[in-house]
């Protein structure tokens, strides 16, 4: 099992920035891949961004490509995956969970964060 704990959201003005941090841990050898899904109320749940933790490709959504960053970093029997986030636009605003992908198929979620974007 993975536990995922999100933190860093919150009210930001449209044009500043923001950076949510998520911290993975328990079963952590058994994910491939960490990242970020957003979802607004009546819509399905999207990409933002996801990073392999070996090789650290990453994708991100096409409507966040420019202006945000997935990077990752350890600590100790701990992996923390981070999403900075910049020139925010009202449409960002969302609820941000943070998500684990493992090797044999498994996906995990946080509790969710709330960002939103005053314009």
């Known amino acids: 099992q993975v536990q995922l704990v999100e933190s860093g959201g919150g009210l930001v003005q449209a044009g500043g920035s923001l950076r949510l941090s998520c911290a993975a841990s328990g079963s952590i050898f058994s994910i491939n891949a960490m990242g970020w899904y957003r979802q607004v109320p009546g819509k399905q749940r999207e990409l933002v961004a996801i990073?392999?933790?070996?090789?650290?490709?990453?994708?991100?959504g096409d409507s966040v490509k420019g202006r945000f960053t997935v990077s990752r970093d350890n600590a100790w029997n701990t992996v923390l995956v981070f999403l900075q986030m910049n020139s925010v636009k009202p449409e960002d605003t969302a609820v941000y969970y943070c998500?684990?992908?493992?090797?044999?198929?498994?996906?995990?979620w946080g509790q969710g964060t709330q960002v939103t974007v005053s314009s």
């Open positions: 990073m392999t933790l070996s090789g650290g490709s990453t994708n991100y």
């Open positions: 998500n684990a992908k493992a090797y044999r198929g498994s996906n995990y």
